[in-house]
């Protein structure tokens, strides 16, 4: 094995773009390089010929219209979208809207925005495997609610919420359902409507597709689903969302849900076998602590605490060979410890010892092995460093020592 091979585990921030998936988009840069909105001429009719396929593959991943497929620049503006979008299409039934506090910062911040337009928000809490309470949620809801928004598999630890469960809720109560589900589509298989889900945001970038390029799922019956447009202009996506489309983007985001939906079966099965072989090996290390549910996550993911190892140090031991990442990756220009690991109950120096490793389509055996090998010597060779880890190894309550403030 090449020790300086650069090896991928970070598919949860983003995945390499599939060469099958650049090559039907590579037509659509020169020869259909049509505005999808120029009704007019042949221009226009080959790229909205284009853009149609495309909303009829990742309707079909999903199993939905393609009617109800609201094409977007990515995941983060599908839940602005939805969320903005249904706080001010809803405005006459109620200013509720519910959601946990281990959402994508894209979910939370859209709440902290309503909130400043007066609107009001709960913000559960979950239990120490990162899950719902559906008794709290149930009694969270009340008649000026008007939107639940539960992330599908979250991010930082790939656990997947009892969707079904909260959607009858929804129903029961008659509120929208909306969910994140960047991180489950594409990965796992997924029919929002069998789960009552109303409103479900996802992106290319996470499913071997390019960047740029999201989709905003609108269910159109029972109850047909309307948003207010959050950009407006030329009343493009049944005007839901202005500007000119993306056109090669769609193309491959297309490709891309074709592929994921004739390979995901026998891909996650590869997929957790390779991550219970590199999470089984790496829990033999002294002090490691899983966090997460093992039952309910993601086939290709795990998260995992190092006591008394910087999560951000130990990645600078890699040599920089190893992608992965340490607390949340999309905000992890700070050094504030994970707040989704927080809200799972880990202390601030658990949670900064953490790593995510996420697996993806091209990871081999080799890749796993690799890992396992530079992560294990990493974090030895953090421990050797460490007066901390000494101490706790002489059996000193490093809760108990008073730390002198100079």
Known sequence: MNPNKLIYLDNNATTPTDPRVVEAMLPYFTQHFGNAASRN???????????????????????????????TSGATEA??????????????KGNHIITLKTEHKAVLD?????????GAVTYLDVNN?????????????????????????????????????????CAK?????????????????????????????FTAHKMYGPKGVGALFVNRKNPRVKVTSQLDGGGHERGMRSGTLNVPGIVGFGKAAA???AEMAEESKRLSGLR?????????????YFNGSKENRMPHVTNLSFKHVEGEGLMMTFNQNIGVSSGSACTSASLEPSYVLI????????????????????NTDDDVTAAIEQISAGVQHMRDLSPIWEMYKEGIDLDAVEWSEH
Not at 81 to 91: N, T
Not at 140 to 147: C, N, Q
Request: net charge negative; aromatic share 4%.
């Open 129 to 169: 495997e990162g899950l719902v309470n559906l008794e709290e949620l149930e009694a969270a809801i009340t008649d000026k609610t008007i939107l639940v928004s539960i992330m599908f598999a979250n991010n930082e630890t790939g656990v997947i919420q009892p969707m079904k469960a909260i959607g009858d809720i």
């Open 259 to 261: 592929l994921c939906k």
């Open 41 to 71: 001429h042949p221009f226009g009719w080959e790229a909205e010929s284009g853009v149609d396929t495309a909303r009829e593959q990742i309707a079909d991943l999903i199993n939905v219209d393609p009617r109800e497929i609201i094409f």
């Open 110 to 118: 859209s709440c902290k925005k309503i909130e400043k337009l007066g």
């Open 343 to 362: 809200a799972l109950g880990l202390g601030d120096d658990l949670a900064h010892s953490s790593l995510r490793l996420s697996l993806g389509r091209f």
């Open 173 to 201: 109560k008659g509120v929208l359902f909306m969910s994140d589900a960047t991180q489950a589509v594409g990965k796992i298989p997924l029919d929002p409507k069998e789960l009552g889900i109303h409103l479900m945001a």
């Open 79 to 92: 839940d602005n979208l939805a969320i903005k979008g249904v706080f001010e299409m809803y405005a006459k």
């Open 276 to 288: 219970d072989r590199l999470e089984a090996e790496l829990m033999k290390i002294e002090e490691v």
